[in-house]
């Protein structure tokens, strides 16, 4: 059974920090296209960033060069730090797993992230 478990989120002040973490099992993210996405309330799924099979990473506009996600292959997991948060990237995140070779995908449950003083 394939699972991807997301943790790391919560509340923080604006220009603050926090670093989620999506692990996996029952799939190698290592073969997969790693992405994260986030939903606000009332607001379309959108796209933040994003980690290909040979590590190549591509982030939404409204997070570049706040956000960095990386992967730790003997860890099967793939971290979004996220830093200098503004109110508006409260949200849900939400980790999804794009097999290279399938195409099949896989979703986490998604972790609540607010920014607000």
């Known amino acids: 059974q394939v699972q991807l478990v997301e943790s790391g989120g919560g509340l923080v002040q604006p220009g603050g920090s926090l670093r989620l973490s999506c692990t996996a099992s029952g799939i190698a993210l290592l073969f997969h296209t790693t992405r994260w996405y986030r939903q606000a309330p009332g607001k379309q799924r959108e796209s933040v960033a994003a980690?290909?099979?040979?590590?190549?990473?591509n982030y939404g506009d409204s997070v570049r060069g706040r956000f960095a996600i990386s992967r730790d292959n003997d860890k099967n997991s793939v971290y979004l730090e996220m830093n200098n948060l503004l109110p508006d990237d409260t949200a849900v995140y939400y980790c999804?797993?794009?097999?290279?070779?399938?195409?099949?995908?896989?979703w986490g449950q998604g972790t609540q992230v607010t920014v607000s003083s």
């Open positions: 980690i290909t099979t040979y590590g190549l990473t």
């Open positions: 999804n797993a794009v097999s290279t070779t399938s195409n099949v995908g896989y």
